[in-house]
C-alpha cells in the first residue's frame, strides 16, 4: 500500500512539474487577455455546467479545452457594480454611485483611475473594449452625446472603444466609438433625457398597440425599433441600430481589433449585450431554442464566443491568449418584457442547482459561467476553487509580470495560479457577494459556509423561474453550501459560533476599506 501511494506521488510529482513548467508564468511568456463578459447568463444556462434544455457547443469546447469552474463569481448581481469592480478590482461597495447607472450618467470610473485596463496598457498591452460599458460616459453634466464623449473608458487604460454606452433597455441606441457617437449627423442631434420631451412623443403607454415586443414593467418610454425602452431621446436618426445586428458589429469590431493587434500582446474586453432585456437577438436566431427570446439569446452568445474562437485560430494566436469567460450578475427571466421567459422556462433551471438570480445574494446571483483557456499551457479540467471577476487585476497584472500600482485594485487577489488551473491552486479563503449596492445586502462565502445579511429584511429574485418578487428574510441567515448549495436549510441557529466570527469578518471587509 505505502509503495503504491508512494509510487502515485512520484507520478503525480512528476505530471504537477510537468504542468508547471508548461505554464507562461514559469516560461516568462505573457498572454494576450480576452475577457468574455455575458450579460445576466446564469450558471445553468450553459450546457457545460449541465443545462439539458438548451446546447451551447461553442461554449462547451472553450470549457472542455480549459478549467470550467464551479466556484466562479462575479463580485455583484446587477451590472454596473460588477464591471466596476471587475475594472478597478476593488468593491463596488465602497463607492457611492456604482448602482445600476441610469442613461445619463456621468463616468462612473473618474479618469486616471487604475483598472485591468491602464495596468496592462502600462505593462506594454495594447487595450480595447466592445460591447456594452454601462459605467457612465462623461463629466459632472453626463454624456454630451453630440460632442466629445469623455472621460470613458479611454481616460482609465483603454487605447480604444466601441460601445453600447449605456445598456440595450436604455436610451439611446446608437454606438459610441472612442470619443464620438458614431454615425451622428449634425443636423439630426441627439438629445438624451428623463423626461418626456413634449406631450406628443410616442412612447410605449400612448403607442403600446404599435410594440414588437410589449413591456410587463418599466421600459414604457421612447420607442425604437418597436421597442419602449428606459429614458427618452430623439434625434440622432441615423446613429441609430437594429438590435438584432449587435452581436454581429460585436463580432465584427473584436475581430478588427485582434486583427489589428495580432503581433503585440493585447487585452480586449467583450462585453456582450446578451442575454440581457429586450431579447431581440438576430433573425437567424429568432425561434431556434426552444426557451423563447431568452434562449435564442443564449444561443447567440455562444455564436459569439465560437466567433471569437475561430479568430484566434485563424490568426494562430489561440497557444497566446488566455480566454476567460463569466457573467456580469445571474440569471433573471421577466425583466421588463414580455418575452416568454417564464412562461417558456419547462425543466430550465437558469441558475442550475443555486436559488435565486439577479438582485440576489443567494448564490445564483454571482455564482456564474467562469471559464479559462490558454491552449498548450493550461490542463484541461474542472475547479472548485473560489474565484471572481474582481480578481482580474490581479491576476492579469501577474500573468503580465507586472506589479500592481500602490494604492490600486484594493479587493483583488492574484489568482494566476488558480486561473491557469494550478492542481494545487487555491483560490480564495472568502468572497464579499452584494446586491445592487446601498442596501446593506452581502453575501458572504467563507469556504463551505454562506452567510446572508439584509439591514433591509427583504430579498429580490429569490425564485428565478417566478416573477420578480421581493421575499421577506431575516437580517442574517448562514447556509452550509456543502450540504445544501440550493441554500434551503438556514442553520444559523445550530452554529452561532460561525455566524459571529464571518458577522465580525464580513464588517472588517467593508469598515476596513480594503480586503487585500
Ligand atoms: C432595472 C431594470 C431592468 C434592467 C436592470 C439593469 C426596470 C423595471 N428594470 O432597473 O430591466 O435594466 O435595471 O440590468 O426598469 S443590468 O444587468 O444592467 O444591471
Ligand atoms: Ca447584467
Redesign the pocket.
Known sequence: NTLLITAACLLQGCVLSSLHAASGESSGERPNIVVIMA??LGYGDVSCNGATEISTPHIDRLASEGVRFTSGYCSAS???PTRYSMLTGTYAFRKPGTG?APPTAPAIIKPDTETVASILKDAGYATGVVGKW?LGLGGEDGPQWNDELKPGPLEIGFDSCFLLPT?N??VPQVYVQNHRVLNLDPADPLWVGNKSPSPEHPNGITNRSSLKLDWS???NHTIHNGISR?GYYTGGHAARFRDEDLADKWIEKSNEFIEQHRDEPFFLFFSSHDI??PRMPHERFQGKSKLGLRGDSILEFDWCVGELMDTLDRLNLAEKTLVVLCS??GPVLD??YKDEAVEKIGKHRAGGVFTGG?YSVYEGGTRTPFITRWKGHIQPGVSDAIVCTIDFAASFAALAGTALPEGASLDSMDLSDAILGGPYAKGRDSLVQQDNGGSGTFGFRSGKWKLHRYDRKRARNVVVEQKLTNTPVPQFMLFDLEADPAEQHNVIAEHPDVAKKMKAELTAIIENGRSR
Open positions: 450579460d445576466d446587477t451590472c454596473t445600476i454601462h445598456t433597455d436604455r414593467h418599466g421600459h428606459i440581457h432585456v456580469d450578475n425583466d421588463g439577479k
